[in-house]
C-alpha cells in the first residue's frame, strides 16, 4: 500500500477502497438488523460452582445474515460502536433479556436467575442511560436485583464523573455491577473503591491456563483472594475442562461459566434447564 509521510495510508489506495466499501456495506446491514429485528439474544448460563445449581444466563447477541451466516459479535459490536448503533443495539438486548428474565421469574418463581447483559462504554457514556435502565426494568416487571450489567475495566479507567452517577444512579436501584474479563486491563485496582463493584469476571485466558500446578495457578488465586477481600462475587469464564473447574472450586471461586456447563443458546433451551432443575 502506498503510504503519505505520516505513515497514513494515502486515500487512493485500491485496496482501501474495497474494505471502505464492504465496511459501508456491513454498516448498513447491522443498521438494518438493529431496526428491523434482525438481532437475536442468546443467553448462556452460569452456574454456583459449589452445589452445581443454574444461577443466572448472561444475555449474548447474535446476527444471523441471510448471506454470511451468523456474524460473530466481535466483529459487529465494535462496528456498531464506532457508528454510533450501539446505543439502539444496547437498549435492544437489555429490554430483551429484562422481558426474557421477567418471563423466566414468572416460571419458576423459586429460581431466581440473575440476568447478565454486557454494556459498552459509549453506552454508559450516555446522560440517560441510568434511565434507560430503570424504564427496561419497569416496562418489563423484572426486579433489579436480578439484572446484572457487566463492563469491562477500561470503560471504569476512563472514570469521569458521569460514570460514576450513573454506576451509583444504577447501584441505588439495586442493579448489580460485574468487572468483565477481568485482569486483562491495565488496571490499578483503584477504581475497585471508587465504583459500587459487585462481581469479578475472571478472564478465559487465565482458565485456560490453569494447571493444577501452585506456580500456574497463583494469578487466579490472587484475583479470588482480592474478591473474597472485597467480599465481591468472582465468576470464571470459559471453563471447557473438568481439571479447570476442579482447580477453581479449589482456589475458591463462587461461579463458573463455559461451554463444560453449556453453549451460548436460544431462551427455550434455559427454560429447559430450569424445568429439568425444578424437577429434581
Ligand atoms: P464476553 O462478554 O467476554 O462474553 C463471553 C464470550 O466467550 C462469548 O462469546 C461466549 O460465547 C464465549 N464463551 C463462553 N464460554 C466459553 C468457553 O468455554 N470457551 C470459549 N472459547 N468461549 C466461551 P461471544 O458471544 O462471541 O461474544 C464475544 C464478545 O462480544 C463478548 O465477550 C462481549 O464483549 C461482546 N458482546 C456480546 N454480546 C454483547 C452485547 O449485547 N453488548 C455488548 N456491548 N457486547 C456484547
Ligand atoms: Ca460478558
Ligand atoms: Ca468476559
Ligand atoms: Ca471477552
Known amino acids: 500500500a502506498k503510504e503519505r509521510q505520516d505513515g497514513e495510508p494515502a486515500l487512493y489506495d485500491p485496496s482501501m477502497?474495497?474494505?471502505?466499501?464492504?465496511?459501508?456495506?456491513?454498516?448498513?446491514?447491522?443498521?438494518k438488523a438493529v431496526t428491523d429485528q434482525g438481532l437475536q439474544v442468546h443467553y448462556q448460563p452460569t452456574y454456583g460452582i459449589h452445589d452445581g445449581e443454574l444461577a443466572g444466563v448472561e444475555a449474548l447477541v447474535r446476527w444471523p445474515h441471510p448471506e454470511r451466516g451468523m456474524i460473530p459479535p466481535d466483529v459487529f459490536i465494535p462496528l456498531a460502536e464506532q457508528t454510533g448503533l450501539i446505543h439502539e443495539l444496547g437498549r435492544f438486548v437489555l429490554r430483551e433479556a429484562c422481558f426474557q428474565g421477567r418471563?423466566?421469574?414468572?416460571?419458576?418463581?423459586?429460581?431466581?436467575?440473575?440476568?447478565?447483559?454486557?454494556?459498552?462504554?459509549?453506552?454508559l457514556q450516555r446522560r440517560d442511560f441510568a434511565g434507560e435502565v430503570s424504564q427496561a426494568l419497569a416496562d418489563s416487571g423484572l426486579s433489579a436485583e436480578h439484572l446484572v450489567l457487566e463492563m469491562t475495566e477500561s470503560v471504569l479507567m476512563n472514570d469521569t464523573e458521569s460514570t460514576l452517577r450513573t454506576l451509583e444512579a444504577l447501584k441505588a436501584m439495586g442493579v448489580r455491577i460485574a468487572i468483565d474479563d477481568f485482569g486483562t486491563g491495565y488496571s490499578s485496582l483503584s477504581y475497585l473503591h471508587r465504583f459500587p463493584v459487585d462481581i469479578?469476571?475472571?478472564?478465559?485466558?487465565?482458565?485456560?491456563?490453569?494447571?493444577?500446578?501452585?506456580?500456574?495457578?497463583?494469578?487466579?488465586?490472587s484475583i479470588v483472594q482480592l474478591g473474597q477481600t472485597l467480599q465481591l462475587e468472582t465468576i470464571a469464564e470459559g471453563i471447557e475442562e473438568p481439571g479447570q473447574l476442579l482447580a477453581l472450586r479449589r482456589l475458591g471461586c463462587t461461579m463458573a461459566q463455559g461451554y463444560h456447563f453449556g453453549r451460548p443458546g436460544p431462551a427455550d433451551v434455559v427454560s429447559r434447564l430450569m424445568v429439568e432443575s425444578a424437577g429434581q
Do not use: C
Open 200 to 221: 469479578l469476571k475472571i478472564d478465559r485466558s487465565f482458565v485456560e491456563r490453569l494447571s493444577g500446578t501452585d506456580a500456574e495457578d497463583s494469578l487466579v488465586q
Open 17 to 31: 477502497h474495497s474494505s471502505l466499501v464492504e465496511r459501508l456495506a456491513l454498516e448498513a446491514e447491522l443498521r
Open 103 to 123: 418471563e423466566w421469574a414468572t416460571l419458576s418463581p423459586s429460581t431466581a436467575l440473575s440476568i447478565g447483559v454486557n454494556v459498552s462504554g459509549k453506552q
